[in-house]
C-alpha cells in the first residue's frame, strides 16, 4: 500500500496548484493537482508534506491543518492513502518545479481546470473552512470515478 501527501497552499482565495506536465509516463499528466508525493521510509505525513512542498515548491510551510485522508482504489494502480493537507503559512521564494507548471488559481476557477473527478470533491471538503476532519474513498476504473464514500457514506457520482 502506498501512501502518499498532498497539500493545497492558499492565499486570497487561491490554492497554489501544479499541472503535471513535465514528467514521462505520469498517471496524473496533464492534470491539476495540489503539491505532495510519496512518504519515505520513516517518514511521517506531516514530515511528507513539508519536505514535498519544499522540494516542489521551494516554500518552507510554517502552519497547516491535516485536513482528510482519501483511500485510492484501482483496478490499475495499487491500493494508496493520500493525507491532505491545507497551509496557510509559509516563508521562502517559490521555484520552478521539475513535475509541472505552477500556477495560483483563483478558487471560484478550481472547477474550470482538469481535475480528477475524486478530486472535485475533496476540495469541495477543503474550500468548506469549518468543515472537520473527513476520510474519503475514491474507486476508479481506470480513469473513471465509480464509486465514492464520505465518512463511510455512499456519495452519488
Same mark, same amino acid.
Not at 497539500?7 to 501544479?18: N, P, S, V
Not at 511528507?48 to 516554500?59: A, D, P, Q, S
Not at 510551510?61 to 493520500?82: A, H, K, L, N
Given at each position: 500500500m502506498k501512501q502518499t501527501?498532498? =497539500?493545497?497552499?492558499?492565499?486570497?482565495?487561491?490554492?497554489?496548484?501544479?499541472?503535471?506536465?513535465k514528467k514521462q509516463n505520469d498517471a496524473s499528466h496533464d492534470k491539476w493537482i495540489g503539491v505532495g508525493g510519496k512518504c519515505e521510509a520513516d517518514e511521517s505525513p506531516d514530515e511528507c508534506m513539508l519536505r514535498e512542498v519544499k522540494e516542489e515548491t521551494g516554500l518552507h510551510v510554517q502552519s497547516w491543518r491535516y485536513r482528510g485522508i482519501v483511500t485510492f482504489i484501482s483496478d490499475i494502480w495499487p491500493c494508496e492513502y493520500m493525507h491532505l493537507f491545507t497551509a496557510s503559512d509559509w516563508s521562502g521564494e $517559490? =521555484? +520552478? =518545479?521539475?513535475?509541472?507548471?505552477?500556477?495560483?488559481?483563483?478558487?471560484?476557477?478550481?472547477f474550470d481546470l482538469n481535475?480528477? $473527478?475524486?478530486?472535485?470533491?475533496? +476540495? /469541495?471538503?477543503?474550500?468548506?473552512?469549518?468543515?472537520?476532519?473527513?476520510? +474519503?474513498?475514491?474507486?476508479? /476504473?481506470? &480513469? &473513471?470515478?465509480?464509486?465514492?464514500?464520505?465518512d463511510g457514506s455512499p456519495l452519488a457520482i
Amino acid at each position: 500500500m502506498k501512501q502518499t501527501t498532498l =497539500c493545497y497552499l492558499e492565499r486570497d482565495g487561491q490554492y497554489l496548484m501544479l499541472h503535471r506536465v513535465k514528467k514521462q509516463n505520469d498517471a496524473s499528466h496533464d492534470k491539476w493537482i495540489g503539491v505532495g508525493g510519496k512518504c519515505e521510509a520513516d517518514e511521517s505525513p506531516d514530515e511528507c508534506m513539508l519536505r514535498e512542498v519544499k522540494e516542489e515548491t521551494g516554500l518552507h510551510v510554517q502552519s497547516w491543518r491535516y485536513r482528510g485522508i482519501v483511500t485510492f482504489i484501482s483496478d490499475i494502480w495499487p491500493c494508496e492513502y493520500m493525507h491532505l493537507f491545507t497551509a496557510s503559512d509559509w516563508s521562502g521564494e $517559490e =521555484c +520552478l =518545479c521539475d513535475e509541472g507548471d505552477l500556477a495560483w488559481v483563483d478558487k471560484s476557477r478550481l472547477f474550470d481546470l482538469n481535475l480528477w $473527478e475524486g478530486d472535485k470533491i475533496f +476540495l /469541495r471538503l477543503l474550500m468548506d473552512s469549518d468543515r472537520p476532519f473527513f476520510s +474519503l474513498k475514491l474507486v476508479y /476504473r481506470g &480513469d &473513471d470515478l465509480v464509486a465514492a464514500k464520505l465518512d463511510g457514506s455512499p456519495l452519488a457520482i
